[in-house]
Structure formats: structure tokens, C-alpha cells
């Protein structure tokens, strides 16, 4: 609800504040006709009614509490928080590995305003250590903030100077890379990293959180320690996503960076690795590899960059009904590149063939991915599927759509003017970005799901 909704509205509040003779940063005990509640008196957000104080309680939780129930409050304390983080230099021991960490915002960077009642990217990765002290005693750490921003506002002018600096930092001869980044877009940065950095010889782990470091649930902490045992002696030289494994904080996860999305918008298990199963586990301190097909930590520094991107890319979400004008649109303004996510084995309705057609005969490629997600394109199963092979679509067996999304825009960056590299690279798979097969136990298996699946189903069957 906006502010100026309740212009000129009465504050019921301040009055009942005045009456009891407290401010916000107050600790207070409330008493109320539901009951009491002992906490400080935030600011309320500027957005929000006028209608309910803000207590956060001792079990850092915050609350809302209706004007009209409140029937005592008494002032025990006061104390203004201060949510600044001070940013500490990290001690060093030439003993540690080190690491280079790179920001680029999200809730893994970020608090919350009581202003605004949002979250706001806040602090560097030098606060970050601030917060998080074991780090030092895993590796040393160097930190430097690329940007600062919501994971939203991530794209190819950040994928490039990201790809570049991590190039440079491991030509430097760091032991490993880690990228705070937020979570809603980090498999897209995840894959494009994949692309971009080839052949490297240590592990580019990002990480993120899904709750921000001043609520007793964050999963800050614990991603980040897990993060830097990945990146500084873990051995698996990829570039990986590292994030809660179970809905539990018992483990982590490392997913490879092309086969992973976020499947959930506040599980703290949002990511999953997609038609496979995940790298490894990372459990006190100890990295344990769950399969074997993984590229091992190397000495050399022959890692190979190549940082581009065309922007001209899109992906269409088919549905049906979806009217040929779309198509024909994306091309007539210079869209180079389509990532079709069809329904089934691969499939969209026969309006708009003339339209693919159309968009073929133009140079405009276009890619067959699922919005299953899991599984493969067939396009051979079915008459449809091979009519659309006809028209020039090319399948993308089980590429996730994002990750076709991002290996286009790559490969189009790299291969400006050669339509026929741009399909072999696509075709081909270069960072796990097809699998020849989903292992019989990938679907959501060894990912922290059975044993939780098998407790709900003691309950319901018993
Ligand atoms: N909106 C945030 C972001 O992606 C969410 C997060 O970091 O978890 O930047």
C-alpha cells in the first residue's frame, strides 16, 4: 500500500506512544489483548498503514502489533541498533589457501532497511568478513565489490567485466573464486560463467542467500563458510553454485553452474540441479564429490576467456495459442536468436510454423528447449515435432532454457558472422550443458529431498 494512501489519515500510534511515554529503539513489554511481547520498537516502514507498531522480538523475528489491542506498554530499556558492519581486514596466514571474492550484491550482501521495511544491497565483501569471521579460518581472503546490485539487474555488461576479472584473478594465481551474487538470477551467471571461462584450473564457486544476515534463519553464514572450503580446497575446478542442500542446515550442495536453477522463491534449498545429479556435498569443512565426472583442481593457469555476448537474444515461453505476430516481430527487430521453451517433447502449435519459417529464411536461429525442465527434446516422437524440425528449428536435447538462453548470447557474441559455428557450439555440449542421459536417481534424488520425502510419507501412511 502506498503512504500517500493514509495522507491525512490519524496516526493512532503516535498518540499511543505519547500516552505511554516510549519511542522507537525502545525496549519494550506490551501488553495486549493477545498476549505479551517483550522486543524493540522499530520504525515502522514508510509504506506501510498506520495502524501497528514494529516489535522485533528477542527471537529476532519482527512483529506487527494493531494499535487497538495494545493496553500497557512499559519502556525497559532502550537502545538505538546500529547495522552497520564495520568492514575488517582480513588477517592473513601464508599457510591458508587464498581466495578472491568477488561482490556483486544480493540479499547475501544486503540488510534490512527500517525505513523502508525493503531489503537494500548494503554492505561490501569486507563486511561481509566482518560478519562472517570463520572465513579466516579456512582461507585468506581478498575481496573486491564489482557491482551492487539485486540479481535482476545482472546482465551482459556484468557478465563480461565479471568473466574478465575472474580471468585476471586466476592468471594471478588465486586458489580459488567465489562470487557473492543473489540468488534469483545466479544459475543464469552460473552457465554464462560456465561458457566464458573454459579450461579453468581452480573453482569459481558462487554463492548466495536467500535471507538476509539479520534474521535468525539467514543462510549467509553458512553458504558463505561452505563456499570458501569449495573454493579454497575442494577439488572439483568448475564453475559451481553453493547453496543449502536439505531444507535443514545440515549440508550444502555444489551444483554444476549449467545444470542448476532456483526451484522455489524462499526455500532456503531453492537450488537444484536439473536432470542429473549434483557435484558434491560440502559438510564440516569436508568437500565429498558425489560423482566422478567432474574436472579436477589443476596448477597450470591455462584458463581460456572468452567474454562476449550478443544482446539480441531472446527466449519465448510457448503457450497455447500463441499467435504468429510474436515471431515475426522478434525478427523484424533484429532479434539474432530465439530459445524456443516448448511444451512436452518440444513442441508449438502449427499457427505459428509459418512465422518459424519466416524467421529461418531471415538467419534468425532457433532453439527447441522443454518447460518440463526435466527430460528431453523428442521432436521425432511425434508428426509436429518432426514438422518443426523441418522448418529449421534445432533441438537442444535437455539444455534448461535459461542456460540455451545464455550459451546463445555467448555463442552469437563469439561467432558474430559464422551462423554454422554458432549451431555446432550450441549442438555441442561444453560445460555439462547437455548430458547423454538422466541418471535413474537424478530426478530430485541425492538432493536433499528423500529424506525428508520418506518422513512425510511414514507420517501419512502409518
Ligand atoms: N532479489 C535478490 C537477488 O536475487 C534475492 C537474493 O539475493 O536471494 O538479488
Known amino acids: 500500500m502506498s503512504k500517500d494512501l493514509y495522507k491525512g489519515y490519524r496516526d493512532p500510534c503516535l498518540s499511543l506512544l505519547k500516552r505511554h511515554d516510549v519511542t522507537v529503539w525502545c525496549e519494550l513489554e506490551a501488553q495486549t489483548s493477545r498476549g505479551e511481547f517483550h522486543g524493540l520498537l522499530l520504525p515502522r516502514s514508510e509504506t506501510a498503514d498506520p495502524y501497528h507498531l514494529v ?21 525497559v530499556g532502550y537502545r538505538e541498533a546500529n547495522y552497520k558492519i564495520p568492514e575488517q581486514e582480513f588477517p592473513r596466514d601464508p599457510e591458508k589457501p587464498t581466495v578472491r571474492l568477488f561482490g556483486t550484491g544480493g540479499t ?20 561481509l568478513y566482518g560478519s562472517v569471521p570463520e572465513l579466516a579460518d579456512i582461507c585468506n ?6 557491482f551492487g546490485v539485486f540479481s535482476e539487474n545482472m546482465g551482459p555488461e556484468q557478465y563480461l567485466i565479471l568473466a574478465e576479472r575472474i580471468g585476471e584473478a586466476i592468471r594471478e594465481g588465486y586458489d580459488g573464486i567465489m562470487i557473492g551474487h ?14 566464458m571461462i573454459q579450461n579453468t584450473p581452480v573453482p569459481i564457486v558462487m554463492v ?28 572439483i575446478a568448475e564453475v559451481v553454485v553453493c547453496m543449502f542442500g536439505p531444507t535443514s542446515d545440515r549440508y550444502n550442495l555444489l551444483h554444476r553452474g549449467t545444470r542448476v536453477r532456483k526451484m522455489h522463491s524462499s526455500y532456503r534449498s531453492t537450488f537444484r540441479t536439473l536432470g542429473d545429479i549434483p557435484l558434491a556435498t560440502i559438510e564440516d569443512g569436508f568437500v565429498n564429490p558425489i560423482r566422478e565426472d567432474f574436472a579436477p583442481r589443476r596448477s597450470d593457469r591455462d584458463v581460456l576467456v572468452q567474454a562476449a555476448f550478443e544482446e539480441k537474444v531472446t527466449i519465448v515461453y510457448y503457450y497455447p495459442g500463441m499467435q504468429p505476430d510474436v ?9 539474432k536468436g530465439i530459445v524456443i521453451a516448448g511444451t512436452g517433447l518440444g513442441h508449438v502449435n502449427r499457427k505459428i510454423y509459418p512465422a518459424l519459417e519466416r524467421a529461418n ?31 529449421g528449428v534445432v533441438p537442444l536435447a535437455n539444455m534448461i532454457p535459461d542456460v540455451a538462453y545464455v550459451k546463445l548470447g555467448w555463442a552469437l557474441g563469439v561467432h558474430p558472422d559464422d551462423p554454422e ?7 555441442t555440449p561444453i560445460a555439462g550443458d547437455m548430458t547423454d542421459r538422466e541418471p535413474h536417481d537424478g530426478y530430485l534424488v541425492l538432493q536433499g529431498g528423500v529424506p525428508e520425502s520418506a518422513k512425510f510419507f511414514t507420517n501419512v501412511w502409518k
Open 55 to 75: 516489535l522485533k522480538l528477542d527471537s529476532g523475528y519482527n512483529i506487527g502489533i494493531r494499535h487497538d489491542t495494545v493496553q500497557n506498554l512499559k519502556k
Open 108 to 127: 547475501i550482501a544486503s540488510r534490512l532497511d527500517y525505513r523502508t521495511g525493503a531489503v537494500i544491497p548494503a554492505f561490501s565483501p569486507g563486511e
Open 141 to 146: 581472503l581478498d575481496t573486491e565489490k564489482l
Open 182 to 195: 543473489g540468488t534469483d538470477t545466479m544459475h543464469h551467471t552460473s552457465a554464462v560463467l560456465s561458457f
Open 208 to 235: 548466495g542467500s536467500q535471507r538476509s544476515s539479520d534474521r535468525p534463519s539467514s543462510d549467509a553464514a553458512q553458504n558463505l563458510i561452505n563456499a570458501a572450503h569449495a573454493a579454497s580446497h575442494g577439488p
Open 327 to 335: 515471431i515475426d516481430a522478434l525478427a523484424e527487430k533484429g532479434y
Open 361 to 391: 529464411a531471415a538467419g534468425v536461429q532457433v532453439y527447441m528447449t522443454l518447460q518440463t525442465m526435466w527430460g528431453f527434446v523428442q521432436m521425432y516422437v511425434y508428426e509436429t515435432g518432426r514438422e518443426i524440425l523441418e522448418l
Open 421 to 427: 559455428a554458432v549451431r555446432r557450439l550450441m549442438s
